[in-house]
């Protein structure tokens, strides 16, 4: 267990490059397991839920070595193992598993899989997607002597749903339709990892074909976490600083950005930066939604901008019961209402206090409101931030925040 000290009230000014997207990287790590070659992955973060996943991929005998700014796996030795429990239990992404195995060894074994709590998520959608390409399931098992191509109609654009047939497609003989696909940024680099390991891949909107067949190694450059990018632009404005982030494709975070710029705290889009004029000076009321939508990792970040501003709506579509986290930032001051899948944010001074992460994104939103109070706040949990937030303590003090982890 491990917690933030942050000594708030303080502007936060200067530049942030964000690290590597850790929805992309762990797609692609456990992906690694589908090939036989070695694979080179550039910018991958250096956070709890990556280290995991390279634990997991170890266990089945891949060699990892690190090189300059590159972290080279070698599968052509791998073997099948049922890997351990509590690595499995920590990570969502551990869900991965399933297709990977089933491409390379024809078997999958269905573990409790883990990720944050603040939902109960299912996997049924991956699991018929893995009988359309013809797997059993027998118990906990999943067998596939030979995974063939076919028609995969996914009813929702899930994202682990997607990623899986993808995994599963790539390794399998024929041709194979996944229609109804999820279209976030970390699915397209995924494909572009499977096709340089020698999977035909083409996508149109919705719809992706991919001719499958043997895999080798392939690389990968790990985009720049969007996530993080929307996570300092929030820290910047609750602390009425000026801090430029780059390192990340500003397009992707349009849905987060429109709103901010219609209520007027950002002024300009263009040429590849954000500039922030200040706060909310109206009310701000998203939806979230499927990538190009509002992404829900980032309700929690804009909760905490709407309490500090002029208040507003959150719609969570996608997660409806996320919104636990709100009763910890009333500790830090939020005031709120929530009815069903709907949260409205009031207008809020912020206080110092003690709160706990009852999740990543719900953690970071608490290290956020902790930034803003003037005076001494403890984040308890914060282990549970650091799954997806790169050097956060480090990055933040360079701002000139004061904030400190303690184990």
């Not at 500090?308 to 959150?314: C, H, K, L, N, R």
């Not at 207008?347 to 706990?356: C, E, F, Q, Y």
Request: hydrophobic share 45%; net charge neutral; glycine share 12%.
């Amino acid at each position: 267990m491990s917690r933030f000290i942050i000594k708030g009230g303080k502007a936060l000014h200067g530049s942030i490059r964000v690290s590597g997207s850790k929805n992309a990287a762990l797609p692609i790590i456990f992906s690694t397991l589908a090939t036989d070659g070695v694979s080179r992955l550039y910018n991958l973060p250096d956070i709890s839920d990556v280290r995991d996943a390279l634990s997991i991929v170890e266990e089945y005998g891949a060699k990892i070595t690190f090189q300059g700014g590159s972290t080279i796996i070698d599968s052509r030795s791998i073997g099948y193992v049922t890997p351990s429990v509590d690595r499995v239990r920590r990570i969502r992404a551990s869900t991965y598993l399933i297709g990977a195995c089933l491409s390379r060894f024809g078997r999958a074994e269905l573990m409790p899989f883990g990720g944050c709590a603040f939902s109960v998520r299912p996997i049924d959608i991956h699991l018929d997607a893995a009988r359309k390409l013809g797997a059993v399931i027998d118990g906990n098992t999943i067998i596939a002597e030979d995974l063939a191509g076919a028609e995969i109609n996914l009813r929702l654009p899930s994202v682990g749903a997607t990623v899986n047939a993808l995994i599963m497609a790539a390794g399998a003989k024929g041709r194979t339709t996944i229609r109804g696909a999820a279209r976030e940024p970390h699915v397209l680099s995924l494909i572009s990892y499977l096709k340089s390991a020698g999977a035909g891949i083409r996508r149109q909107g919705d719809v992706i074909t991919v001719e499958g067949g043997k895999l080798h190694g392939g690389t990968a450059v790990i985009p720049g976490d969007m996530i993080e990018a929307g996570s300092f632009l929030a820290a910047s404005i609750l602390t009425d600083g000026r801090v430029s982030v780059s390192g990340f494709e500003i397009s992707e975070l349009s849905a987060f950005a429109s709103p901010l710029v219609r209520a007027g705290v950002i002024e300009d889009l263009t040429d590849g930066a954000i500039s922030l004029i200040g706060r909310a000076r109206r009310e701000i009321s998203v939806a979230t939604a499927a990538y190009p939508g509002f992404a829900t990792d980032l309700q929690p970040i804009l909760a905490t901008v709407l309490a500090v501003s002029s208040g507003g709506t959150i719609k969570e579509q996608v997660w409806p019961s996320r919104f636990g986290y709100l009763d910890e930032l009333a500790r830090l001051g939020l005031s709120y209402r929530r009815e069903g899948n709907v949260a409205r944010i009031f207008p809020s001074l912020t206080i110092p206090g003690r709160a706990r992460a009852t999740d990543l994104r719900g953690g970071m939103a608490a290290v956020l409101l902790g930034l803003c109070a003037d005076g001494e706040s403890i984040i308890d949990s914060g282990e549970l931030v650091l799954r997806g937030y790169d050097s956060l303590t480090e990055k933040l003090s360079t701002l000139g925040a004061e904030i400190s982890l303690e184990e």
